[in-house]
């Protein structure tokens, strides 16, 4: 499996400034994934981060306040804009082994927001 | 629609003791994967098994053994002798042909006391 790191992996931040956290892998892969885990609650996938194109939002998620980049096949950030205090969460970058349908994690970013 | 049921909120059991953690699953398509994660309080997500539907023979992997079965929609997960570092939240996730996004339980909070 690939070994995955984000950073940072924990951030205390005030309301309405943003965070850009960062997904690093030690291979290239095709899938890449980010995640947000509120307080004792599951995941929910927030994008699939595409490379070289625009990044493909689940319903409830939009660029403005998510913005994701994605500028080669092993790297991937997600920037939390304008946050409240409803944005502390827990968030994950993941990525699909190739033809395994099977997604690896990151150690994830815990954030809160004051 | 695809649809993952974990009932089991959270189990307590004494060191030792044999737990099985329930996943009921939904899904129309012939073709699926289900996983489980395993979530420690550190909060990385753990991968533990992958299994698709062709596949119904159980696996065990140590202390771990999972029970698949389609007559029921059921991919049960057994530790035995359990250990207080089995203590965490464990999730069962599905993943079908038709919507090639992973579809996550509610998780269960396993206590293990010594």
């Known amino acids: 499996s690939a070994v995955i790191s984000q950073k940072p992996s924990r951030d205390i931040c005030q309301r309405g400034t943003s965070l850009t956290i960062q997904c690093q892998v030690d291979s290239q892969v095709t899938m890449m994934f980010w995640y947000r885990q509120q307080p004792g609650q599951s995941l929910t996938l927030i994008a699939t981060a595409n490379q070289g194109s625009e990044a493909t939002y689940e319903s409830g998620f939009v660029i403005d306040k998510f913005p994701i980049s994605r500028p080669n096949l092993t790297f991937s950030t997600l920037t939390v804009s304008n946050m409240s205090p409803e944005d502390s969460s827990i968030y994950l970058c993941?990525?699909?082994?190739?033809?395994?349908?099977?997604?690896?994690f990151g150690p994830g970013t815990r954030l809160t927001v004051l | 629609a695809q649809k993952v049921t974990q009932a089991q909120t959270e189990i307590s059991v004494v060191e030792k003791e044999d737990v099985t953690l329930d996943c009921v699953y939904e899904t129309r398509d012939t073709t699926y994967y289900l996983f489980w994660y395993k979530q420690p309080p550190s909060g990385e997500l753990v991968f533990l098994i992958r299994r698709n539907s062709f596949d119904e023979q159980n696996e065990i992997s140590g202390r771990y053994s999972w029970n698949f079965q389609k007559s029921t929609s059921s991919f049960n997960f057994t530790i035995t002798a359990s250990q207080v570092v089995d203590s965490a939240v464990y999730f069962c996730?599905?993943?079908?042909?038709?919507?090639?996004?992973?579809?996550w339980g509610a998780g269960t909070k396993l206590i293990i006391k010594p």
């Open positions: 993941s990525v699909e082994a190739a033809s395994t349908d099977t997604q690896y």
């Open positions: 996730a599905l993943i079908a042909d038709s919507n090639y996004q992973l579809i």
